[in-house]
């Protein structure tokens, strides 16, 4: 939005006028004081920030009223530059109302969402100025909204280069500030019920083991159950999927036929199954039911997170002691807790007991404040960028403000210029090889066709770095593969919505895949069998569901969250002719 500001100024020099050229000063003064506010909030200085909105709305409000009034309304009549004149008192009006009823938003967003203000101290969340700041940031979301729509709704026919080309620069600072604020707003709107703001909460916190990869990033190991009451944070109950929860003797929720005919009744029948889906509502929901049966007790929601998560929040909270075991740091949680833990505890029964404890233990950090707030929210968001955060809740109307968000764990529903395809792994060899795997994926638009219409190809290549020899027996498993080192991973790749997946080759040789469909997706399922050291590449013709009228395309790619991070690349495609 600032370089919009900066632009706007340059308008005065299109024509004369001594109040164009006061307004082009205050603006140009606006400009240089909301790049300040930015960095002020950005550092967390919210009384700094007070001072310099109030200036900032001072130059505002005399670039409005330079801007309004009968000669500047009569002057937007004039041939040749009226256009010009009519969209620079625009933004004006626009950037006067922003400052004085929207931008105070962004100091109730930096208050009320001040990481040292949210962050745990001795098990509590203190939600008092998060309440009290919420309506605030949904009235100043309407506002910014409405000015949004305002700034679109300039005709853009007439205008002079420099005139357009600063409009388009607001635009897009108002969409930038408008997604911002719209997600405080959610999270005000959530946190304070979701930390027992209005009652108590209890939640489902599952750990996915990425060792044997899932679609979600893995199959749930130890969990914690946590008990939210107005702000209080205290862990209630803890075990394993596979030791507590065990097996169920029948499904205990009737899945669609379209999930029956991908995953059988797996995923209602075997916790450590539930999200053979990549659609993780799917998941939670089962995992809570199963939760239910097994116990007795319903919980409010389910979240999930995996141990290369737990790395990244162990930056900010530093070392964590684990009852009976080596302190969990960054650098060797993923290894101590998807690796080493097989070699130290053979018996499955004491890497429960471990994996229990190592749970519990950075849980405990993380509600008792240990650490930096700051880099906390900030590690936070990068697990959830990488959906290693996943989160459901039971609560309709909260399911709803998650909706779309990474957090939800869902794939959205696409638009024509912007078709997603989703490739997730489930392992096939019921093992712990999943640790060793490698993965990429690069994701081209081909070109246009003449009809409208325009392939996505995807190039995917799985490797293995698993050793020959000495690995435990936990961690080669069932050897479903038939053979003790080498790892099955069954692929998905989901077309986009209302696409399909063409055809899958290797080396030029086209590959018998199965299919299904799921959530209006078309998905081909294709089992890769990886020795030590091995390496297999495919490449994936995929037809989008819609292209938009001019041809253009952004694709976007999801895939499963795994022990390392996916080598990716996309290719846009332009508009077609």
């Not at 305002?150 to 080309?165: F, H, K, N, R, S």
């Not at 007790?297 to 979240?303: E, K």
């Not at 101590?336 to 190592?358: G, H, I, N, R």
Request: net charge neutral; hydrophobic share 40%; aromatic share 6%.
């Amino acid at each position: 939005m600032a370089a919009g500001l900066v632009l706007v100024l340059l308008v005065g020099g299109g024509w004369v006028g001594v109040e164009s050229w006061r307004a082009k000063g205050h603006l140009q003064t606006a400009a240089g004081l909301f790049i300040l506010l930015q960095r002020q909030i950005r550092s967390g200085d919210v009384s700094a920030a007070k001072g310099t909105l109030a200036a900032l709305q001072l130059e505002t409000k005399a670039a409005h009223h330079n801007t309004d009034g009968f000669g500047w309304a009569l002057a937007g009549r004039a041939p040749m530059v009226g256009d010009d004149v009519r969209a620079v008192g625009t933004v004006a009006k626009v950037l006067d109302d922003l400052a004085w009823r929207g931008l105070p938003t962004l100091l109730d967003v930096a208050s009320g969402l001040d990481p040292r203000a949210l962050a745990p101290r001795n098990g509590r969340v203190e939600l008092k100025s998060l309440v009290a700041a919420g309506p605030r940031i949904s009235a100043g979301l309407a506002v910014i909204g409405k000015a949004r729509a305002e700034v679109l709704g300039i005709p853009a026919d007439g205008l002079t280069d420099q005139v357009a080309a600063a409009v388009t620069r607001l635009s897009i600072g108002l969409t930038d500030a408008e997604r911002l604020v719209s997600t405080a707003d959610r999270a005000a709107r959530l946190l304070p019920n979701m930390l027992g703001a209005r009652g108590p909460r209890n939640y489902l916190v599952l750990f996915q083991n990425n060792s044997e990869i899932r679609a979600t990033g893995g199959m749930p190991g130890a969990y914690i159950v946590v008990h939210a009451d107005d702000g209080a944070v205290t862990i209630t109950d803890q075990g394993t999927a596979t030791s507590d929860l065990k097996t169920f003797d029948s499904p205990v929720q009737k899945l669609g036929l379209d999930q029956r005919m991908l995953y059988t009744d797996r995923p209602a029948v075997f916790p450590s199954d539930v999200n053979l889906s990549p659609d993780f509502p799917t998941a939670a929901s089962l995992m809570r039911t199963m939760y239910r049966m097994r116990t007795g007790v319903t919980v409010d929601g389910v979240l999930a997170t995996d141990p290369v998560a737990l790395s990244y929040l162990l930056r900010a909270t530093g070392a964590v002691k684990v009852p009976a075991g080596d302190a969990l740091t960054s650098q060797n949680a993923v290894r101590m807790l998807l690796s080493e833990a097989y070699a130290k505890y053979p018996d499955p029964s004491d890497q429960d007991v471990y994996f229990a404890k190592a749970a519990q233990a950075t849980f405990g950090a993380l509600i008792r404040g240990q650490g930096n707030p700051k880099g906390m929210l900030a590690q936070l968001a990068r697990a959830a960028g990488e959906r290693r955060l996943l989160m459901w809740s039971a609560n309709k109307a909260e399911q709803t403000l998650l909706a779309g968000t990474v957090l939800e764990g869902r794939l959205p529903t696409d638009a024509p210029s912007a078709p997603t395809v989703g490739v997730f792994l489930n392992d096939g060899t019921g093992a712990k090889l999943s640790y060793y795997l490698t993965h990429s994926a690069d994701l081209t638009t081909g070109p246009c066709d003449g009809q409208g219409s325009r392939e996505l190809h995807l190039k995917l290549t799985l490797g293995s770095t698993a050793p020959t020899a000495n690995l435990p027996k936990y961690v080669t498993g069932l050897e479903l593969s038939g053979d003790t080192y080498t790892s099955r991973t069954n692929v998905m790749i989901f077309s986009p919505t209302g696409g399909a997946v063409v055809g899958v080759a290797t080396g030029g040789v086209t590959v018998d895949v199965g299919t299904g469909i799921e959530r209006d997706r078309t998905v081909s399922v294709l089992t890769v069998d990886l020795p030590p050291g091995g390496r297999q590449t495919y490449d994936v013709t995929i037809r989008p569901g819609a292209i938009p009228d001019d041809g253009a395309v952004r694709p976007r790619l999801w895939t499963t969250p795994g022990v390392r991070p996916w080598e990716t690349t996309i290719q846009a495609g332009g508009p077609c002719g």
